[in-house]
């Protein structure tokens, strides 16, 4: 039921993390991929590795902020494939700017805006025509949409949007047997956020503790998660998200101390991070 022998599969910002992993699970699946990547060198680096691995693969330098770049992939994707099966929104970044909301630039939202929402919006919409009875919708999201997180609010706005536009997008597409879901992973090992690197050195056994599950999140979950939502083991789940987080949402702000016992309050001292 993992099969996806000639469907043909979309991930936008598809060369590195996250995207990578996902276009290369479909590939191993049996699927078309299509990856839609802005970095030149990510897109020799992913076409080389599709091929190499005797995936069928269209890998596109496209800026997904552009509709006119979006609007040419999709001819290309029409012209050679027939049409879409399933579309993985990917591309989604804080962008390193992280300050109290009334300090954010206007440029700064427009550039949040366009990473995070005007991407996912643009991609959807242009596929929507391309995309087969049974076909299926999938956009990354992050946990920040299911919790308040300080200094990076206009990032958790978008995707706390992204909740919404899953939820009123999947009621609209039903009708034409088009599932949409979205999945909100916890912190995640990527060349984008190299969480190891980042926790000082003295708190790096305390990793083990901070998620119920003992680590940060690896591309391969979200590969994993996609894979299940767009194949027909999820056939009859449409307009939500799975919580990607190794239980973190659930245990809230409740943490495990050396000894192992459950606490809420600060197992650390500083931010546990190198900086």
């Known amino acids: 039921m993992l099969d996806f022998t000639g469907k043909t599969v979309l991930v936008t910002g598809g060369g590195a993390g996250i995207g990578r992993s996902i276009a290369e699970a479909f590939g191993k699946a049996g699927a078309n991929v299509v990856i839609a990547e802005l970095d030149a060198e990510r897109v020799a680096d992913v076409r080389a590795a599709l091929e190499g691995a005797g995936v069928t693969a269209l890998v596109s330098q496209t800026d997904v902020r552009e509709r006119g770049q979006i609007d040419a992939l999709m001819e290309q994707i029409q012209d050679r494939f027939g049409g879409l099966d399933v579309l993985v929104n990917n591309v989604g970044d804080f962008l390193g700017i992280a300050k109290p909301f009334q300090y954010v630039t206007d440029e700064e939202l427009d550039a949040l805006y ?21 076909g299926s919708v999938i956009s990354i999201s992050s946990i920040e949409a299911f919790r308040g997180i300080p200094n990076t609010t206009v990032y958790s706005t978008f995707k706390h949007g992204i909740t919404g536009f899953t939820r009123s997008l ?3 597409l039903g009708p034409q047997n088009i599932r949409v879901n979205a999945i909100a992973p916890e912190t995640t090992e990527t060349p984008q956020v190299p969480v190891h690197s980042l926790v000082a050195e003295e708190h790096k ?11 940060f999140g690896k591309p391969e979950d979200a590969a994993g998660a996609a894979l299940f939502l ?3 083991l999820a056939g009859w789940i449409t307009g939500t998200t799975i919580n990607l987080d190794g239980g973190a949402l659930a245990a809230g702000g409740w943490y495990r101390d050396p000894k192992g016992l459950w606490t809420n309050v600060p197992v650390v001292s500083g931010n546990g991070f190198n900086f």
Do not use: C, Q, Y
């Open 230 to 232: 767009a194949s027909d």
């Open 114 to 134: 366009a990473t995070n929402m005007k991407t996912v919006f643009l991609a959807t919409r242009a596929a929507i025509p391309l995309l087969r009875s049974g």
């Open 170 to 172: 999947a009621l609209e």
């Open 205 to 215: 056994d305390h990793i083990g503790r901070w998620i119920p599950l003992g680590r």
